[in-house]
C-alpha cells in the first residue's frame, strides 16, 4: 500500500510558497491538461496511456433497475425498504481536445466492493468539466443537476435530471454563456441556490476560468436553464476557478486564480443577483484554485494549485468575511522534498470534521490532513498513492465511507477509483478495481 506517513514540517508562510513555487518553476513549461491550451503548467512525468476508442463513446448500458429510496440516489433493498451499501455517483469529463467528451457517467459504489460502471453515459454536450446541484435528497424521486460545458466555442450550462430509482440521467435544456461573439467560451465550476420566491426556481452561479467572469443563470427544478441575467467582469488576468455558498446561504465567494484573489458577495435569493461585499487578497502566484466549508461552517479550506498549499480560513457568518491565512493555518499537501513538478486540484472535508483531503497532480497522491476545528491547525498525517494518477478530481460520500477519486491521465489515467474511508476519517483503503472512463474531472454524489 502507497501510504506515506510523515511528520509535520515548521514552515512559515513564505516558505511554502517559495518551496511549492520552486518546484513548479523548475519545468518545463507544456499544455496543462487540467486547463487547456489557455493554461500552461510543469512538464508531466509520464504520459497518457493509450485510450481505446470505445472509452469515450457515448452509450445507454442496459442494466436491472434498482428501486429508490425517494430522492436519496441510493438503491434501496426491496423487501425491508432501507438503503444499501449501493450509492451512486455521477462523473464529469473533460479532455479539451478536437473530439471534445460529451457524457455524464452513471456509477454505482459500495464501500467493500469499490465503484461499477458506466452504467448508463448520457450525451450533454462538449467537455462537462463540473457537475452541481443540491436538490436530491429532498422527498423526490427525481430531481435537477446541472453541468458546466467547458467547451471553447458552445460552451454554457446544462440542465440534467437524475432519476434515483433508475440510476438514470436525462438532458433537459441548455444555456451558452453569454457572449458578444459567435464563439461560446464555457464555465469551470458551478454552485446552485434555491430561490427565496419561488419553490420551483433556482439559480445557477457559475465561474469562468477562461473568460474571468462569473455569471447568474436562472434555472428550475425541472431542469431547465435560462439564459444569464447578471455577468460579473473581472480585471486583466482573472481567471474564476470556483463558485462557493456558504452554509446559510446567504453569501457567495468566487475564487480567482489568476488574480490571487476570493470576491465575496451577498446572495439575493428573491432576485437571483450578486453584490460585491469585499476581497480578500492573497500574495501573487499563490493561485487559489477551490475552496469547501468544514463541516460545521465555521471554516473555509481553500486549496491552491500552482503552489500546493491547503489554508483554513475562519469564517464570520454575519459580514460573510474570511479571516487572513496564518502560518498555523496552514500547510503544503506536497513532501518537502519533492523534486517533480506538482500542482493542486481538488480539497474535500470529512463530514466527522477531523480530516481534509487534497488531490495533488504530479505527485499523483491524496494528501490526508489532520485539522483542528477549534484552532484551525493544519497538519498532513500521510499521503495515498495506490492507483491514483492526476487526480483532476475527486468527493466523498455523504456519509463520508467513500471516496472516489478521477484519474484524468497518466499511467492509471482514464479511470476512477473508491477507497474506502475509515471511520475517523483517517485512512484511505483501495475498494475494488479502477473503472474505466476516458478523461474523468469530477465526481458528484447526488444527495
Known sequence: SKSTMVPHPPWNLFALLAVAGAVVRSANAVTFPGRGPHHTQGQLPRPPPAVSANHGAVREVVVAPHPGTPGTGNPVDSTSGTRAAERYFLVGAANYKTSNTTAVH?????????????????TVGANPSWICGG?????????????????STTGGVAGMIFDST????????????????????????????????APSARYVVAANYATGQTAVFPATVDGAVSPAHQVLDYATGSHAHCVAFAP???????VDLGLDVIHGYKWDATTGKLELLHSLKFDAGTEPRHLVFSADGKWGLLQTEKTNLLMALAYDAETGQFSAPTKERTTL??????????????????????HVYVSN??????????????????????????????PRGMNLSPEGDVLVVANQQGVHGNTVVAFTVSASGSMLTVAGEPQVVDSPTDIFFPL
Open 106 to 122: 452513471v456509477f454505482l459504489v459500495t464501500p467493500q466492493q469499490g465503484a461499477k460502471g458506466p452504467l448508463r453515459s448520457t
Open 135 to 151: 436538490d436530491c435528497g429532498r422527498g423526490d424521486t427525481k430531481c435537477s443537476l446541472f453541468t458546466t460545458l467547458e467547451s
Open 333 to 354: 499537501t506536497i513532501p518537502g522534498d519533492w523534486n517533480g513538478i506538482s500542482s493542486g486540484a481538488e480539497v474535500r472535508a470529512h463530514p466527522a470534521g477531523k
Open 361 to 390: 497532480r504530479g505527485h499523483d497522491s491524496v494528501a490526508i490532513v489532520l485539522f483542528d476545528t477549534v484552532s484551525g491547525a493544519l497538519r498532513v498525517s500521510s499521503w495515498k498513492q495506490d492507483l491514483i494518477s492526476w
Open 248 to 254: 446559510d446561504g446567504r453569501h457567495v465567494f468566487v
Open 166 to 197: 433508475k440510476g438514470a440521467l436525462s438532458l433537459e435544456k441548455t444555456a451558452l454563456w453569454p457572449s458578444k461573439t459567435a464563439s461560446h467560451v464555457g464555465p469551470t465550476h458551478c454552485a446552485v441556490a434555491p430561490s427565496a420566491g
